[in-house]
């Protein structure tokens, strides 16, 4: 199946609540899949086209809100009109999932593959001082799991976690082998789980529940904003993820992630068929990034190349 | 409501519209059972004030979050506060949009024709010749637009199952105004579609009057523009 398909397969089988879209090529067939595949009958899913991003990063922040399971997805011009959203969503400190199936820009661009939106992604993308769990998939299989990892992460640490896929691999018909389906909460296991914070009503015994990113006290807002780094702290020191192929004995290695790493992964395989000692190290996670690895690279081996698709983005990271 | 101080201007209506909602919904015993959304504006601190769990929105948002919330939540109650400056401009196309598909949710809507919170900007519901501080000289319809009647708009849409307009400035009104507010959170409740609450109200700092002043200007220059009453009824407009 597409990458596309695969990501709103695996949302309906990690026990997703609900997931609010619009049209954006190359990604409507996440959309178009749920459509068809109408999970309100499999497992009660709510699928709702929305009028616009702006809207459907809005209901996100809603259903997130009550402590459902809510993913919207996009490409580019789309998931720029989500920055706004995506700001309020981190500083109310709301799981959810986002997806960026990244085309090309800047501006309408075009809808061939890029790795262009890598500063938006990694470094917050809207006001405010804030950051995503990215996570890039290189194939079908992982665009699949990472639905599910990144839902997983977002619930751990109450924060939007962001996939970064892109034309080609959203696009791409790959096997993929898919994790057996997973029950939804019931109404009552998401008040008993996230009760603490979630608004699902007002019981007796308890306090109202509140979701804002509004606070004019400027010591609380300071105090939110420590509390939030310190999180992202925890998340950097605990959920790095990466590969690393023929790195050991490597000379040169190349740094890449999602369909450029799979390009450089033929690369590497020519050149070592050739005798010459290349290796790969592939980010998954593009925040938190592996950059003590990387750092570490710089004193044993002699260079690393990176790929155009992702120099700009890139030098900055080692300039 | 909570024990906290209201931020309000006194004089301003939106202490009382809060106490009616809030009323309504313990006379419905559905405390336990509603999710507010507050705006942005003077009552993006409504949830500081209403006792029940509240979402605090993006500019113009609140009904793409309560249309996520009653979809996930179909057993719950769900509403938005919202101003003509949230609601009417910014948030066009969310309102049009949730009024559209007949969102089973209820919208309480404060038209006081101008952006009080920011300090008396022109909104877009302020009256020809009215003067705000981005229309000193006083709203010029030929560069500056007509006052939006988004409430009559909304009304011609199929989803939408009530609208009425209202006012909370004297006792008679609030009476009234609870009323309507009590038969917004009913119908749909019971699924009958998006139940659209106007309260034309007034703004005593942003009109720059002092308060009863503000009333009689509003019953003088406000009522014949957005006239009181029921404008749709059990899915039907009611004609004038």
Redesign the interface.
């Known amino acids: 199946m597409k990458g596309n398909e695969a990501m709103a397969e695996a949302a309906i089988r990690c026990g997703a609540d609900g997931y609010f879209g619009y049209p954006i090529t190359p990604q409507s067939e996440v959309l178009e899949y749920f459509m068809a595949e109408e999970p309100w009958n499999r497992t009660g899913m709510v699928v709702l086209q929305a009028e616009s991003e702006i809207a459907a990063i809005n209901m996100i922040y809603g259903g997130a809100s009550t402590g459902k399971k809510v993913l919207t997805s996009s490409s580019s011009p789309g998931i720029s009109l989500k920055q706004e959203g995506l700001s309020y969503l981190a500083g109310a400190e709301l799981p959810c999932v986002v997806i960026n199936v990244v085309r090309g820009g800047p501006g309408l661009g075009d809808i061939q593959p890029a790795q262009s939106d890598y500063f938006q992604s990694v470094k917050g993308g809207g006001h405010g001082d804030y950051k995503l769990f990215v996570i890039a998939p290189s194939s079908v299989q992982e665009s699949a799991d990472f639905v599910k990892k990144a839902f997983d992460i977002a619930f751990k640490y109450r924060i939007p976690a962001l996939i970064l896929s892109d034309g080609a691999i959203g696009q791409m018909m790959e096997k993929v082998e898919l994790f057996e389906q997973e029950e939804r909460l019931t109404d009552e296991q998401v008040i008993e789980k996230y009760g603490s914070w979630a608004t699902t009503g007002k019981t007796a015994d308890r306090e109202r529940n509140i979701i804002t990113s509004l606070d004019l006290i400027p010591e609380r807002l300071e105090d939110h904003n420590k509390q939030l780094q310190a999180k992202y702290k925890k998340i950097e020191e605990n959920e790095i993820m990466f590969e690393e192929i023929h790195c050991d004995d490597a000379d040169h290695i190349i740094v890449a992630y999602g369909t450029s790493a799979r390009i450089c992964q033929k690369t590497v395989q020519l050149a070592r068929e050739k005798g010459i000692k290349l290796g790969l190290m592939r980010p998954i996670t593009l925040w938190p990034f592996p950059k003590k690895k990387i750092a570490e690279y710089g004193d044993t081996k002699k260079g690393i190349p990176t790929p155009d698709e992702v120099l700009t983005a890139f030098e900055k990271h080692f300039m | 409501m909570t024990d906290k101080e209201l931020s309000y201007c006194p004089g301003c209506g939106h202490g009382t519209a809060h106490r009616i909602t809030m009323e309504v919904l313990d006379d419905l015993d559905a ?5 507010g ?2 705006p942005v504006g003077c009552s ?2 409504a ?1 500081e004030f209403m ?8 500019h113009g ?1 609140a009904p ?6 009653k ?3 179909p ?2 109650h769900v509403f938005t506060y919202q101003g003509d400056g949230d609601l009417a401009a910014i948030g066009t ?2 309102t049009i ?1 949730a009024c559209n598909r007949g969102e089973n949710i209820v919208i309480i809507f404060i038209n006081n024709g101008i952006y009080g919170m920011t300090g008396g900007q022109m909104a877009p519901t302020t009256l020809p010749q009215m003067k705000s501080s981005t229309s000193p000289n006083g709203r010029d319809t030929g560069t500056m637009g007509h006052p939006l009647k988004i409430t009559e708009l909304i009304a011609q849409l199929p989803g939408v199952h009530f609208v009425t307009r209202q006012a909370v400035h004297t006792p008679g009104g609030v009476r009234k105004a609870k009323k309507a507010i009590k038969k917004a959170f009913e119908q749909s409740f019971e699924n009958k579609g998006l139940c659209f609450v106007e309260i034309v109200s007034n703004c005593n700092s942003g009109w720059k009057m002092e308060p009863r002043a503000s009333n009689v200007w509003m019953e003088e220059n406000m009522f014949p523009y957005y006239p009181l009453g029921d404008i749709k009824v059990n899915g039907e407009l009611i004609s004038k």
């Open positions: 405390i336990k059972d509603t999710i959304i507050a993006v601190l949830y006792n029940i769990d509240m979402q605090q929105a993006a948002r793409a979050l309560a249309t996520a919330v979809r996930l939540w057993s719950k196309a969310e949009h």
